[in-house]
Each structure stands twice: as C-alpha cells, then as structure tokens.
C-alpha cells in the first residue's frame, strides 16, 4: 500500500509535546479514534500489547508502533513529531521523535507486512528525517513523507 493512500495532512501532528512512550500512545490514541471512529482505548490496548512483544523503536531517533484492529475496514498511518524526544527503548537506546502510527484491519497480513516494510525504509534514511525535522506544519511534514515514496518502493 502506498503511504499517500494511508496517510494525509490531517493523519499529522507536527508539533507534539508528550512526556513519555505511554503518554505518546494515548495522545495517538485520542487522534485515531476521532478520525477512525474506534474508542481510544480499543487503540491504545493495542499498541501497548503491541510493544509488550518488543519495542518499534527502529533507531535513530524513530518509532514505528502498529496494531490491527478489528473494527478497521482499511489501513490508516499517522504521523507525529515530537518537540523533545523521549526515552522508548528503540533498538540504539537513543530516544525517539519520529513516530509513525500504523493501525490495520485484523486481515491484512501480507499488505500489512510490505507497508511497514516500506515505512521502516523510509525513515531509515537520514537525509529524509533531517528533512522530517527541519519541516513546518502538517502539510510540509505530508509534502516530505509523500514525495519520498518513489525511492522506497515495497
């Protein structure tokens, strides 16, 4: 699946002040749910189960948490940057501001797997997340994820 299709400028928060991982996912959790239409805790039970398997800190200062979720028809991403990094136990130990927020429906499996494939791609490269960072507002940040798609292919 292709990231513009799972994400959008409203799917962004540029500019998020959290004060930990927990506080991260439920601050992720009340923007999904408003735009997914499945309650906050549904999301954020999910990811914390999720992490319990292992942590989606990939490193360099970037997290990728996922989830399924049964009441979803289609995969949605969202994106957020953080204004000062948190300790997430990512794979380096360094502490992350990059989070892309996958959430899919119970049945993707193969599709699932080659999205956060691709997404784990992308934020791998430093000269996209020194990008990332130097980016202002939503549609900047949507601008800079999407145009980067045609050198991560799946």
């Known amino acids: 699946m292709e990231i513009n299709k799972i994400l959008s400028s409203e799917t962004i928060i540029s500019d998020l002040k959290v004060s930990g991982k927990k506080h991260l996912f439920q601050e992720l959790s ?9 309650k906050d805790r ?3 039970t999910t990811l914390l189960d999720r992490e319990k398997l292992g ?10 948490p996922h989830g ?15 204004i000062d990094p948190i300790e997430f136990e990512a794979v380096d130990d360094k502490p992350v501001d990059l989070i892309f927020l996958l959430l899919a429906p119970e049945d993707a499996n193969a599709e699932n797997l080659k999205t956060l494939a691709k997404i784990s791609r992308m934020l791998r490269d ?8 130097g980016s202002v507002g939503n549609d900047a940040l949507f601008s800079v994820l999407t145009d980067s798609l045609t050198s991560f292919a799946a």
């Open 42 to 44: 549904v999301i954020l």
């Open 68 to 82: 399924k979720i049964s009441e979803l028809k289609k995969p949605i991403g969202f994106f957020a940057r953080l």
């Open 126 to 133: 430093k000269n996209l997340c020194d990008k990332i960072r």
């Open 55 to 64: 942590t989606t800190g990939i490193g360099q200062g970037v997290a990728i």
């Open 30 to 38: 009340q923007k999904a749910s408003q735009i997914v239409g499945v």
